[in-house]
Structures are given as C-alpha cells and as structure tokens.
Nanobody
Framework: QVQLVESGGGLVQAGGSLRLSCAASGRTFSSYLMGWFRQAPGKEREFVAAISWSGGNTYYVDSVKGRFTISRDNAKSTLYLQMNSLKPEDTAVYYC??????????????????WGQGTQVTVSS
C-alpha cells in the first residue's frame, strides 16, 4: 500500500504558474505508474497526466499539452506537476494517484489503486 499527500495548490492569476507536489510513503514508489487527475465543480474527475515508473515517459491530456509538465523523483518518493500559462478552466481540485502493475498508459480513474486527498487550484481571470 502507498499513502499520497498533495501540496502546492493555491490561488493564481491567469497566465501564472504553480507547482504541485505529491509525497508518497509506504511501498516502493518507483514501482508505480503515477498520474494526476483533476475535478472541477460540478464535473467528473478527469485525467491530466501520467508518468512511467522510471520517469522517462509521460502522457498528457490534450488540453494541458505544452503547459503542464509531470515529473517524479524516485529517490525522494515525490511526484510533481509544473503548471504554466494557467487558465481559469484549469480551476479544480487536483489529485495524484498510483497505479500498480501498469503495462500501458492508464487514463481512467478506476485503473488507479491509491489516491491522495487533493489540493485546490484556483485560477482567476
């Protein structure tokens, strides 16, 4: 089992940047495919980005490509999401998640085994 704790959310103006972190504890962090999801008010939770065990491969939803960067530091058991050029439509609660045994990209929330509690990101216009 792995425990996940997000941090780094906040209020930012459109065009600004934020860096989210997700600290993991428990079982070996490097054995998990990691992902970021977000849930805006009144909407379903949606996939944002994922990163392979080694960090060498990444995958993004089209709406954040070129603006967001997912990365991980396995020595520190930490996942990151650098968010640049933020837009009001990026406003949501952001969650990190861990998927065990993944051999392909996983973009559905029911494919992830462990979740953090979420961190609020609010982008003002």
């Amino acid at each position: 089992q792995v425990q996940l704790v997000e941090s780094g959310g906040g209020l930012v103006q459109a065009g600004g940047s934020l860096r989210l972190s997700c600290a993991a504890s428990g079982r070996t962090f490097s054995s998990y495919l990691m992902g970021w999801f977000r849930q805006a008010p009144g909407k379903e939770r949606e996939f944002v980005a994922a990163i392979s065990w080694s960090g060498g491969n990444t995958y993004y939803v089209d709406s954040v490509k070129g603006r967001f960067t997912i990365s991980r530091d396995n020595a520190k058991s930490t996942l990151y999401l650098q968010m640049n050029s933020l837009k009001p439509e990026d406003t949501a609660v952001y969650y990190c998640a861990a998927s065990n045994g993944a051999t392909t990209w996983r973009t559905s929330e029911n494919e992830y085994d462990y979740w953090g509690q979420g961190t609020q990101v609010t982008v003002s216009s």
